[in-house]
């Protein structure tokens, strides 16, 4: 004697389940699109509205302090220089010894707010009067770590 057994409704319940769970992930895969796209969107805003801001302004990275994000300002400031993915030190070595990297160092060390009002800056290759020599700049500047 042989036992059958209809599986036809227990594999019809799989499948529909199957299915189920594959609208699932096509709908958190879209929702995921689109914050995604909300996140670009907003970035590229917050890019556009601190690169045309008229204050000088960069945001730098790690320990060795590597610049992700400069605006014109800040690249006029130090000359045009090319500062995309290149540690505070190599980008502005002529700034050695007046104490910024230091200072960077520290905050970044210590998560503190560091705070300078009208520091003498003598960027050697950065900006010219028409005659040629160096000038000096003045700059107040505040710096914090990102959390």
Avoid at 56 to 71: K, S
Wanted: aromatic residues 8%; contains cysteine; proline residues 3%.
């Amino acid at each position: 004697m042989a036992v059958c057994e209809d599986v036809t409704e227990a594999r019809a319940a799989s499948a529909a389940k199957a299915i189920q769970y594959l609208h699932l992930a096509e709908d958190a895969a879209r929702a995921r699109r689109g914050a995604d796209e909300l996140k670009t969107a907003q970035l590229q805003r917050l890019q556009m509205m601190f690169g045309q801001a008229p204050g000088f302004m960069c945001i730098l990275d790690g320990p060795d302090h590597v610049f992700e994000f400069a605006n014109a300002e800040f690249s006029r400031l130090v000359g045009g220089r090319d500062l995309r993915w290149k540690s505070a030190r190599e980008a502005l070595s002529d700034l050695e010894g007046q104490g910024f990297f230091e200072k960077l160092d520290e905050v970044y060390r210590w998560e503190i707010l560091c705070g300078s009002r009208r520091a003498v800056v003598n960027p050697a290759r950065s900006r010219r009067t028409t005659r040629g020599p160096v000038c000096r700049l003045r700059v107040s500047a505040s710096v914090r770590r990102r959390r």
